[in-house]
């Protein structure tokens, strides 16, 4: 039981910080890129971050982009889908079959209120089958449905709503009618959400050994136009951004002349409330030694014997340098991870944990062997006792044999009686001694 529970806790230590990583990582948006860049110093950086889905001119585009649908599905023949009718906030709702015309409609105020319901006037039996509720909205690539399935009855006490795991059934008197429900409330689908207001993007520097909670604002910009700069690095046209960037996408920063304090993480995020959108862009840009001057424009030198020479660029670093291609920099994947000072707590306790079982093991193995010895020790002391035992005995019996006193005693006094009976004794002992 004690191994299981060390186990586990060995393990709970070793894997919680990667987890508390993820966790910490996915608070600041979806990364879908990460750089490693490298370019001399004096060079100019490109940081390419484009999105085709963050597009200020589309928003021209909107009634365009939203359209709500809905659909029949019939059972015969061979589950034939016909469509409804259709509805776009800039053109009125389009009824497909002239028997459904005045039969079937939407609210017109349908992208104002959010409700997208079916209204159905004197059910026939041809509208029996499932109904769907189909939302898109082309620009934000959001796509959501509702099925419900339309029974129709001539029995008014079998007309009832349940759900039947998948969708919801609705069964209807003949001739009656009837609400299918499709309502979405949110302001991707309602008129009033100005998308200028819903559309930034920003950009962050984080220095080395700086936390991502730490990072430092670099610019703030809007769709409607309005730009923040945070430090005089733009007003020195040290750092740029196009003036034109939500019309082409194109939200890349440019960063001249670089230099060693421009080391570090920088981050382009963006972010579209109004579609949902949430992404962030990584580049870790390191700044290597300068190029070396070429030698037509530059006086000639001579090297001394004592001097080193410079370091020797590959021709493919130059050429790297000389396109200043961003995208040909070889990518790789580097996610942040703010847990280090945790996983290297985590490799302590495991430490920890791992000597005070090998203790354990000692002390136990330690306590097993004195066990050992101190039964050894009892069995020698036992089998000492009889033996002496037996020595004793025999040693009275010989001094039983000298203290008996003959019968036929003839001594007149104590004195004579202690004389011979030592005289015997010590006969009989000369004797033993001579055999």
Same mark, same amino acid.
């Not at 050894?376 to 000492?384: A, L, Q």
């Given at each position: 039981?004690?191994?299981?529970?060390?186990?586990?806790?060995?393990?709970?230590?070793?894997? =919680?910080?990667?987890?508390?990583?993820?966790?910490?990582?996915?608070?600041? #948006?979806?990364?879908?890129?990460?750089?490693?860049? $490298?370019?001399?110093?004096?060079?100019?950086?490109?940081?390419?971050?484009?999105?085709?889905?963050? /597009?200020? $001119?589309?928003?021209?585009?909107?009634?365009?982009?939203?359209?709500?649908? *809905?659909?029949?599905?019939?059972?015969?023949?061979?589950?034939?889908?016909?469509?409804?009718?259709?509805?776009?906030?800039?053109?009125?709702?389009?009824?497909?079959?002239?028997?459904?015309?005045?039969?079937?409609?939407?609210?017109?105020?349908?992208?104002?209120?959010?409700? @997208?319901?079916?209204?159905?006037?004197?059910?026939?039996? &041809?509208?029996?089958?499932?109904?769907?509720?189909?939302?898109?909205?082309?620009?934000?690539?959001?796509?959501?449905?509702?099925?419900?399935? =339309?029974?129709?009855?001539?029995?008014?006490?079998?007309?009832?709503?349940? *759900?039947? !795991?998948?969708?919801?059934?609705?069964?209807?008197?003949? #001739?009656?009618?009837?609400?299918?429900?499709?309502?979405?409330?949110?302001?991707?689908?309602?008129?009033?959400?100005?998308?200028?207001?819903?559309? /930034?993007?920003?950009?962050?520097?984080?220095?080395? !050994?700086?936390?991502?909670?730490?990072?430092?604002?670099?610019?703030?910009?809007?769709?409607?136009?309005?730009?923040?700069?945070?430090?005089?690095? @733009?007003?020195?046209?040290?750092?740029?951004?196009?003036?034109?960037?939500?019309? =082409?996408?194109?939200?890349?920063?440019?960063?001249?002349?670089?230099?060693?304090?421009?080391?570090?993480?920088?981050?382009?995020?963006?972010?579209?409330? %109004?579609? #949902?959108?949430?992404?962030?862009?990584?580049?870790?840009?390191?700044?290597?030694?300068?190029?070396?001057?070429?030698?037509?424009?530059?006086?000639? &030198?001579?090297?001394?014997?004592?001097?080193?020479?410079?370091?020797?660029?590959?021709?493919?670093?130059?050429?790297? /340098?000389?396109?200043?291609?961003?995208?040909?920099?070889?990518?790789?994947?580097?996610?942040e991870q703010k847990s280090h000072v945790v996983q290297h707590l985590g490799y302590v306790m495991?430490?920890?944990?791992?000597?005070? =079982?090998?203790?354990?093991?000692?002390?136990?193995?330690?306590?097993?062997?004195?066990?050992?010895?101190?039964?050894?020790?009892? %069995?020698?002391?036992?089998?000492?006792?009889?033996?002496?035992?037996?020595?004793?005995?025999?040693?009275?019996?010989?001094?039983?044999?000298?203290?008996?006193?003959?019968?036929?005693?003839?001594?007149?006094?104590?004195?004579?009686?202690?004389?011979?009976?030592?005289?015997?004794?010590?006969?009989?002992?000369?004797?033993?001694? *001579?055999?």
């Open positions: 039981m004690l191994r299981d529970v060390t186990v586990i806790s060995v393990l709970a230590v070793l894997f =919680l910080p990667e987890a508390l990583s993820q966790g910490v990582l996915s608070r600041f #948006g979806l990364v879908v890129e990460a750089r490693n860049i $490298t370019l001399p110093a004096g060079a100019r950086a490109v940081l390419s971050c484009r999105s085709p889905r963050l /597009v200020w $001119t589309r928003d021209n585009l909107r009634d365009r982009q939203r359209v709500v649908h *809905w659909d029949l599905v019939r059972r015969s023949p061979e589950y034939s889908v016909e469509r409804v009718l259709d509805m776009s906030p800039g053109a009125r709702q389009r009824v497909y079959n002239s028997f459904n015309k005045d039969r079937v409609s939407i609210p017109e105020t349908a992208f104002n209120d959010g409700n @997208f319901s079916l209204i159905i006037n004197n059910v026939v039996a &041809t509208d029996k089958g499932v109904y769907t509720c189909n939302l898109h909205h082309h620009y934000c690539q959001v796509h959501r449905n509702i099925q419900i399935q =339309l029974n129709v009855t001539k029995s008014a006490r079998k007309e009832q709503r349940y *759900w039947d !795991g998948e969708k919801t059934v609705f069964v209807v008197l003949l #001739g009656s009618s009837v609400v299918l429900p499709c309502v979405n409330r949110r302001p991707l689908w309602r008129e009033g959400a100005q998308e200028s207001q819903q559309q /930034v993007v920003h950009w962050d520097y984080q220095a080395p !050994g700086v936390r991502p909670d730490r990072a430092e604002r670099l610019v703030d910009l809007y769709a409607s136009g309005e730009r923040r700069d945070y430090g005089p690095l @733009f007003s020195q046209n040290k750092m740029s951004l196009d003036e034109d960037a939500f019309t =082409l996408g194109d939200f890349s920063l440019s960063i001249s002349d670089l230099k060693t304090a421009d080391i570090g993480l920088y981050s382009c995020h963006l972010h579209h409330h %109004y579609c #949902g959108i949430q992404e962030r862009r990584i580049f870790r840009l390191t700044v290597g030694a300068p190029p070396p001057s070429n030698p037509a424009t530059s006086a000639p &030198t001579t090297v001394q014997s004592n001097e080193l020479p410079e370091p020797r660029i590959e021709n493919s670093d130059v050429s790297r /340098v000389e396109n200043n291609d961003v995208s040909r920099i070889v990518n790789v994947i580097l996610p495991a430490s920890f944990l791992l000597l005070a =079982l090998i203790s354990v093991s000692v002390i136990l193995l330690t306590r097993r062997r004195n066990k050992r010895v101190v039964e050894f020790d009892v %069995y020698r002391y036992e089998r000492s006792n009889v033996t002496n035992t037996t020595d004793v005995s025999l040693d009275r019996t010989e001094l039983s044999a000298c203290d008996h006193e003959p019968s036929n005693s003839e001594y007149k006094n104590n004195l004579l009686k202690e004389r011979g009976m030592t005289k015997d004794c010590n006969r009989d002992s000369e004797a033993k001694l *001579w055999k």
